[in-house]
């Protein structure tokens, strides 16, 4: 079975850290990019950062650039978020997605809440 399973969210409090999981199972993350993307409460799903597996090239949103890092591991198959100094407004369930280089195929995870509350 395709698809991609997100683990990891949970309460954290402001200025702390979490690091969310995406495992892929059923096809290999190779030739993809991957993406992490949220959604807070009645706003839309927007991107944060992805990263391209051929080369390991990254790219992070300015809302959280320097402080979420995207990382892959190939053993596992799966990425990871990295999320320090968590502000409220990081309060979102995020997603990850993968999609190939040329669009053909793309593949979503169900999602995982982050809560960043004191």
């Known amino acids: 079975q395709v698809q991609l399973v997100e683990s990891g969210g949970g309460l954290v409090q402001p200025g702390g850290s979490l690091r969310v999981s995406c495992a892929a199972s059923?096809?290999?993350?190779?030739?993809?990019?991957i993406g992490w993307f949220r959604q807070a409460p009645g706003k839309e799903r927007e991107g944060d950062s992805c990263?391209?597996?051929?080369?390991?090239?990254?790219y992070y949103a300015d809302s959280v650039k320097g402080r979420f890092t995207i990382s892959r591991t190939n053993a596992k198959n799966t990425v990871y978020l990295q999320m320090n100094s968590l502000k409220p407004e990081d309060t979102a369930v995020y997603y990850c997605?993968?999609?190939?280089?040329?669009?053909?195929?793309?593949?979503w995870g169900q999602g995982t809440q982050v809560t960043v509350s004191s």
């Open positions: 997605k993968a999609v190939t280089v040329l669009g053909e195929r793309q593949y």
């Open positions: 059923g096809f290999t993350l190779d030739y993809y990019l």
């Open positions: 990263i391209r597996s051929s080369d390991g090239s990254t």
